[in-house]
């Protein structure tokens, strides 16, 4: 359980205790105790873009946190996809289509590897909370979207098994037929009586579903691409976030239960988290929600809270997609040490934390926090001290200026 600073100073100076981890700063006895724990209750604020955490007991809030997840995976997989396409294409003429290696086809529940990626950065963050505390009791807010409901709000009945695309043969068709048969951007005074269907957002990240099309006349069509004219219109509401939280919903919730049966896993709802908030007076945050998940809505908060950000841990990408003169292309993979830093790595630049996010040569470093601001665009590699080496999560603390002023002697780092 955490203790103050001071407790963990003497600990450590009396070699009753050793350091295991600095953020956060985690210290393991080395002498027999007692087998008394107290009740710890974890909240956890599932989420597409940020997982918020809180575990509390009934006295005061002992961890916070916040998770920003990748963005990039569907970015990656499609780029991966298109150089291995080319690849294919280059070295062979003919190349027969393959349908027995695909995953979907040998597994049953296969999930497509973008929303495998975000359950399972939410199943690690509470295993590392796990290890680091008692937890007797995780609650997890789980949450369904009608979206059809939020497309049309006045719909019921029957018409749920009636989509916008009833009675057409494809989403070409029915994108045609909502516009009108005509361009959008010049409205007939090309004369151009050839239309094209145009994706507003490029098919690897905005899909085809009709939000994302557009009907252009072939004029137009050709004129946006060559630059020569820009939209004024923007793509429909996406729904990405909402069917994500659909699947993965129930799966965080099954997959808690089956790796750790000996402990309470309760699901909640959003309303409740939404009406608790209020009723307390909490200031909206994803901390403030897990905290509100969690049950001990009488525990002290913490004042500060860990930010955690999800990176990339390799690039296998040897080579960058885009081809010079005389059919080169510039290497895509960086030394994996640049004077003995790596990206990411945490250090003391200026008198300040900051992580290296970028690494030139000639030993002149950027140095960043993790919200994107600066400390040093070019500082020398000999004026930074090393504290952490880089890891899938990159952590710092934050400051929860809305909460009152944290208990003398608690902190979270001790």
């Known amino acids: 359980m955490p203790c103050s600073p001071a407790k963990a100073r003497l600990l450590l100076k009396e070699k009753k205790a050793i350091v295991v981890r600095r953020t956060p700063f985690t210290i393991q006895l080395t002498i027999a105790t007692g087998e008394s724990k107290q009740p710890v209750s974890l909240g956890v604020d599932a989420g597409y873009k940020h997982v918020g955490l809180s575990a509390s007991t009934e006295k005061a809030e002992l961890y916070a946190s ?42 049953k529940g296969w999930l497509a590897p973008s929303v495998e990626n975000r359950i399972n ?17 995780i609650t997890v807010e789980t949450a369904s979207f009608d979206t059809q409901l939020l497309k049309n709000p ?60 557009l009907t252009l006349c072939e004029t137009c069509h050709k004129a946006l691409h060559r630059r020569e004219i820009k939209l004024k219109t923007k793509r429909g509401q996406s729904f990405r976030a909402e069917a994500f939280m659909g699947i993965m919903r129930w799966e965080v919730l099954n997959r808690l239960k089956a790796s750790h049966p000996e402990l309470e896993v309760h699901n909640t709802y959003g309303y409740r988290t939404k009406h608790t908030r209020i009723v307390n007076g909490i200031d909206k945050s994803h901390c403030a929600d897990a905290f509100c998940i969690a049950g001990n809505l009488g525990a002290e908060r913490l004042c500060e809270f ?21 059919g080169l292309r510039k290497r895509n993979q960086a030394p994996f040490e640049v004077k003995g830093f790596r990206l990411f790595d945490k250090v003391v ?18 140095v960043r926090k993790l919200d994107g601001t600066r400390i040093s665009a070019g500082i020398s590699c000999k004026k930074l001290r090393l504290l952490e080496k880089r890891r899938t999560y990159l952590k710092e603390i934050r400051k929860e200026e809305a909460l009152p002023p944290l208990p003398e002697g608690r902190s979270l780092r001790a």
């Open 66 to 107: 916040e998770v920003e997840l990748r963005p990039d995976v569907s970015d990656l997989l499609s780029a991966r996809r298109t150089l291995r396409q080319s690849r294919r294409n280059r070295k062979t003429r003919y190349r027969a289509p393959r349908f027995d290696n695909r995953i979907r086809t040998k597994r």
């Open 121 to 137: 950065a939410h199943l690690s963050r509470i295993g590392a909370i796990l290890r680091l505390l008692p937890v007797t009791k």
């Open 349 to 366: 630049c200026q008198g300040e934390e900051g992580f290296i996010f970028g690494r030139r040569s000639s030993g002149s470093f950027d």
């Open 306 to 326: 860990f930010f955690q950000k999800q990176t990339r841990r390799n690039n296998r990408q040897i080579h960058k997609l885009s081809i010079l003169k005389h």
């Open 154 to 213: 006045d719909i019921s009945g029957k018409e749920y098994q009636e989509g916008e695309q009833l009675g057409f043969w494809n989403v070409r068709e029915y994108v045609l037929f909502r516009d009108g048969h005509a361009c959008q951007h010049c409205h007939g005074r090309s004369k151009d009586p050839v239309f094209n269907v145009h994706h507003l957002e490029s098919r690897r990240t905005g899909g085809d579903s009709p939000g994302n099309l």
